[in-house]
């Protein structure tokens, strides 16, 4: 395969196929957009008729025909070592993004009597609307408000307004999704929430919502907000972006992250050249737009040489200033697909949907809102960690970031409600 056939076609002006981007061009990485605004990233034009799951296992696995064989074994590979991964992929920096919020509420912010004492900042799972809305809330001197606990969601203990700010600054509710439960007893505390909120009794705030959260309580407090803000959706271009300055900002070697199928470069930092190579629009489309899990399966797919592993250890320690300027091949290779357990059924699909409606939630608390009893959803909620399609963090179970896309189309095909991304 040539080059110029694995850059990303794209449409041009005169409705022409292009094979470059006019990085010139790009729109900001951080922007915020209203809701009806979101553009799920398409996939490559050449794999168009291709499920996305299928065509992106396939790229990472596409071999050159005239070789018929990989040009690196994935089993002759080995993971970085954690403190070079920290290098290559640092946890997110949220910082510019709260930045970029703050350009979209600035005429809300300044405006005696807004349309709206309250904004809505929604996003994906791991995309980051927490932090997001939490940062902003540090930027503008805002106070934060603590989500209730779940017992006093239940009790519907209206107390938790007393702890609500009483000055005239701005506040911040990061976490919509843990104000309620799917549950008789736990939708009375949200819905009186909102009231209070949307009414401007509580004064000017910004709450941030999951997006599988906001689907469901827009049913439970019907109340159209064409208004409410999310980030924009990471295509291609963002993601090459983003990758390339995670890396610029903290390596002053040349770096090659290489297809381990292939061979073929799918990204230089410094940049080579303002391609986006058809691998990182496909991972961008698979994981529709969602910055936070496209960053986690970037990760997981970093690979080194055995006798790279020297080097890497030496880098332990070391800041990018102290590391000597070189060249440095990095593998990209394929991730084993989570799977279903064989035995499948709708109970594993209610504690699916449940998790993800509530942002994840403890085990103790699974009974109370499914048909299911303790002894049936434990078993199932580890059959999932098993198969790699939930984690557990501190007693608190959530679908995990590389299945996230997997779970996700199963439960619209079963026609579960689902977000809108």
């Given at each position: ?318 800041t990018p200033e102290h590391i000597e300027p070189g060249e440095e091949s990095v593998w990209v290779a394929a991730l084993p697909e989570p799977a279903f357990p064989l035995e499948s059924d709708e109970e594993i699909a209610f504690v699916l949907h449940a998790l993800l409606l509530h942002c994840g939630l403890p085990a103790s608390l ?56």
């Open positions: 395969m040539g080059e110029a056939e694995r850059r990303v076609p794209t449409a041009s002006a005169g409705g022409e196929a292009s094979s470059s981007v006019d990085r010139a061009a790009d729109p900001a990485l951080w922007e915020f957009v209203r809701l009806g605004a979101y553009q799920v990233p398409s996939r490559p034009a050449r794999s168009a008729a291709a499920s996305a799951w299928s065509s992106f296992k396939q790229i990472f696995r596409r071999v050159d025909e005239e070789s018929q064989a990989p040009v690196k074994q994935e089993t002759e590979l080995c993971a970085l070592p954690q403190v070079r991964l920290a290098h290559l992929v640092p946890p997110l920096d949220w910082t510019d993004a709260a930045a970029a919020l703050g350009t979209s509420l600035k005429d809300w912010m300044s405006s005696s009597e807004p349309d709206w004492p309250v904004k809505f900042v929604i996003g994906q799972p791991y995309g980051g609307h927490g932090e997001i809305v939490r940062q902003w809330g540090a930027q503008h001197a805002a106070a934060v408000v603590a989500a209730p606990s779940y017992e006093q969601i239940l009790a519907g203990d209206k107390r938790y307004f007393e702890s609500w700010p009483t000055t005239d600054r701005p506040w911040v509710l990061p976490n919509l999704e843990r104000c309620y439960l799917r549950h008789a007893r736990g939708l009375p505390l949200v819905r009186e929430l909102l009231e209070e909120a949307e009414s401007g009794r509580l004064g000017r705030g910004v709450i941030g919502c999951d997006s599988w959260a906001w689907a469901y309580l827009q049913r439970v407090w019907p109340v159209p907000r064409p208004d409410a803000l999310t980030l924009q959706a990471f295509d291609g271009s963002r993601v090459t972006r983003l990758l390339t300055t995670m890396v610029a900002s903290r390596s002053r070697q040349l770096i090659r992250f290489r297809n381990a199928a292939t061979g073929h470069d799918i990204l230089t930092v410094p940049a080579g050249d303002d391609e986006v190579r058809v691998e990182i629009a496909q991972l961008a489309a698979h994981c529709r737009g969602n910055v936070g899990t496209t960053i986690r399966y970037w990760r997981e797919r970093l690979r080194s040489e055995p006798h790279a592993q020297e080097t890497d250890s030496d880098l332990d320690g070391k699974l009974p109370e809102l499914l048909p299911l009893s303790h002894h049936r959803c434990m078993p199932i909620l580890l059959r999932l960690k098993t198969a790699g399609l939930v984690q557990c963090r501190n007693d608190h179970w959530r679908v995990s970031e590389l299945a996230y896309a997997l779970v996700r189309t199963m439960l619209q095909g079963r026609d579960f409600l689902t977000d809108n991304f």
